[in-house]
């Protein structure tokens, strides 16, 4: 079975400055999604970012960005310019390319010093 | 964020109790699925339905039951539950099948149960 492993429990960053959450997975599929997903206080998860495993190019929306090492089975998010709206619990998740279920990681709760 | 929408927002109910909650997606999705979100543990996946057609139950007990109506409608029938129970249930849509960005799942608000 697929597991998700985020090594972080917390974090925390300055305003301004830039953070790296981990992430790493396991799986013997070819073809897969990955996503980090934010759930801030008010528990609604947000999509922040996706990867198709297919793509070599790492994905980036914004501020947030991924480093997707396929080999070693890793996908970090990167948050630039952290905000203090970024505050919030990040959940890596893992969805195989032909199957429903989706694997969560435990999350990381960010926070954000102004 | 409107896409997915669940009620209630907060549900307290008893062991003896039988209440439901409601997921509603306006999306155009075909694919709903039922999460449970326990403290300190990973999100569960719990049920899943494509097409209306139940595709995945991940050993869930049977005093959780799923309905799902249509392609925009799913609900969580609870009766009997136990103090452990208690949650944050949240459901999600995806288009499922039809590859890329569309697989993306995206989630509702979620219910908060306490059960007593």
């Known amino acids: 079975a697929q597991t998700v492993t985020q090594s972080q429990p917390e974090m925390s960053v300055q305003e301004a400055e830039t953070v790296t959450l981990s992430c790493t997975y396991d799986?013997?599929?070819?073809?897969?999604?990955l996503f980090w997903y934010k759930q801030p206080p008010s528990r609604q998860m947000i999509l922040v970012i996706r990867?198709?495993?297919?793509?070599?190019q790492n994905a980036t929306e914004n501020r947030f960005s991924v480093n997707f090492q396929k080999a070693a089975k890793s996908f970090s998010l990167k948050i630039s310019d952290s905000q203090l709206g970024d505050a919030a619990m990040y959940f890596c998740?893992?969805?195989?390319?032909?199957?429903?279920?989706?694997?969560f990681g435990a999350g990381t709760r960010l926070t954000v010093k102004p | 964020e409107t896409g997915v929408t669940q009620t209630p927002r907060h549900l307290v109910m008893g062991m003896t109790n039988k209440k439901s909650l409601k997921c509603e997606q306006h999306l155009g999705h075909n694919a709903m699925y039922w999460y449970k979100q326990s403290a300190k543990k990973p999100l569960e996946l719990m049920f899943v339905?494509?097409?209306?057609?139940?595709?995945e139950n991940n050993s869930v007990p049977s005093r959780f039951s799923p309905e799902c109506p249509n392609s925009s409608h799913l609900f969580l029938h609870l009766h009997t539950l136990q103090p452990e129970d208690s949650a944050l249930y949240l459901c999600?849509?995806?288009?499922?099948?039809?590859?890329?960005?569309?697989?993306?799942?995206?989630f509702g608000p979620g219910t908060r149960l306490l059960v007593l």
């Open positions: 990867q198709e495993a297919y793509k070599q």
């Open positions: 999600a849509s995806s288009s499922q099948g039809s590859g890329g960005a569309k697989e993306t799942q995206y």
């Open positions: 339905y494509n097409f209306k057609e139940q595709t």
């Open positions: 799986t013997s599929e070819s073809d897969y999604y």
């Open positions: 998740a893992y969805r195989g390319y032909n199957n429903n279920d989706m694997r």
